[in-house]
């Protein structure tokens, strides 16, 4: 690039940050990066939270990766997943939940909000527990040491038409009693690294008439999660149906605030962008498998030009690494606007410390827990932080590829990972192996 475009992206930059300075409500306002650095050489940075996870679709990373028609699409890839879903009881529930979870305290989160739907037998028939695959992943949770809020999934129809669910979708069902009482009896597990919320599956899964029901019940700070916008034809069939998009049909008939997580919200006007971003709610971004599904693009930047609050899920888990989720939300960006550095704002010029702060910013109203003593320490032998400085620490750390540099966690102020390896890997690891090769065997 010459220096007049190099100029021309200063000036960007700073109308970008004139703009952000302007816009962003008190309640976003920028905490800083809170990078540390010990005695010993070693940088601290704070957990990094997972805002969304469907924790048995780890066991099919890399499965639906063979073209089965030559339109293939979210759609199609569902029908994989559905299979594969079938499969499931709480038992393997809890090996992949534990090797998933160990994994991803190894990568540096440090909670994560499971969007839990998987509740019933394979035929849609309750277990002798009703909450049995629910305690299958706090049991996980518990085990491997990661902080979780668990977000049981009221899902009650096929489409936005009302249709009931299909067959393949009989074990995610609930009437409102009954998914009033799971949350109940949830609730009394709840602890220290342990949070009950609750989730909408989307708006063509949940009638009006039932999240209102769902509200009214919901304790007081509950998060509140839900899918939307992720697909066109979502966004099509809402606007056929219910005369609006999806975001703008939301924030038309609820009061959508920082008690909600809007998990994908992919397709936005800039209407609908904007009154989102100033709203309180968060955006849960999940970049690998919105590419691994061809969802599209989240309009980034004009987000955060509106201060808007938004944080990173692993999802489908076709990647376990919030490095690799964060480098992909900005590259992105720049693949589709031929730009670089897209994701800065008022607090700094880093990309990185921007994203990072970013997903700091939306830990505590997404995951409804505070985080106390969750951190990382990077290991300051890694070749890529070598001579590194306090000011390009995080760019390092997340633009430097796949190499892991994450050598201890500590969730809760227990340490859960040391020299890199998770204290039960080994133990984990051979359950998981024992697992896949029987739901795997045909
Ligand atoms: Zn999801």
Known sequence: MGVS????????????????????????????????QTAAGRWRIPGIPNLHSHAFQRAMAGLAERQTHPQDSFWTWRETMYRFAARMDPESTHAVASQLYAEMLEAGYTSVCEFHYLHHAADGRPYADPAAMSRALIAAARDTGIRMTLLPVLYMTGGFDGRALSTRQQRFGHDVEGFLGLLQDLRSDEGALLRIGCAFHSLRAVPESAMREVLAALPAGAPLHIHIAEQIGEVQDCLSLRGARPVEWLQ??????????????????AAETTRLATSGATVAICPSTEANLGDGLFPLRAYLDAGGAWGIGSDSHISVSPVEELRWLEYGQRLATRQRNIAVGPGSSSVGETLLQGVLASARTATGQEGSGDYLMLDPQAPILAAARQHDVVDRWIFSGNRSVVEEVHVGGRQVVADGRHRDRDAIGTRYREVLARLLSD
């Open 5 to 36: 475009g190099q100029r021309r992206r200063v000036s960007l930059a700073q109308s970008i940050f004139r703009q952000s300075a302007t816009r962003m409500p008190a309640s976003s306002s920028n905490p800083g990066v809170p990078l540390s």
């Open 252 to 269: 038309g008939n609820f009061e959508v605030d920082a008690r909600w997580t809007l998990v994908h919200a992919t397709h936005l006007t």
